[in-house]
């Protein structure tokens, strides 16, 4: 088995913390710590880990000066429950950056918002449909 633990660079990462939480529909939890936390799904895989800026010295978390944020980087999330989590993020945010639509790809809705670190965040549908 494999997994991939995708770690961003944010500026507060309780308020992150929250805010992927209120996307994806979890109970509000604390992070583990005030530099870096984890946003697990049910079943205890890792979605997403948050890292503070310039925490611990990890040269590409140094600084968010270096690189407008997300820059190369495409968040990417399958959700089983589009249509909640579009209301979601409608409450998260002023606007989307992408209107729900069907990818002509994968046959499956999607949309694009951004987070509080201006991360480009993409949530499609499980399921055609």
């Not at 604390?30 to 310039?54: K, M, N, R, S, Y």
């Amino acid at each position: 088995m494999k997994r991939t633990w995708t770690i961003l660079g944010v500026a507060d990462v309780a308020r992150s913390f929250r805010w992927y939480q209120s996307l994806f529909g979890q109970r509000e939890t604390p992070p583990a710590h005030d530099h870096f936390g984890q946003i697990l799904d049910e079943d205890g895989t890792v979605l997403l880990c948050l890292h503070q800026w310039e925490a611990h010295g990890h040269p590409p978390l140094i600084s968010p000066d270096h690189a407008q944020p997300g820059n190369g980087l495409l968040l990417f999330f399958r959700v089983d429950d589009f249509d909640e989590t579009l209301l979601r993020a409608r409450a998260l945010v002023s606007g989307l950056e992408e209107e729900p639509h069907v990818n002509p790809s994968t046959g499956t809705r999607e949309f694009a918002l951004r987070d509080p670190d201006g991360y480009y965040v993409m949530v499609s549908a499980l399921a055609a449909g």
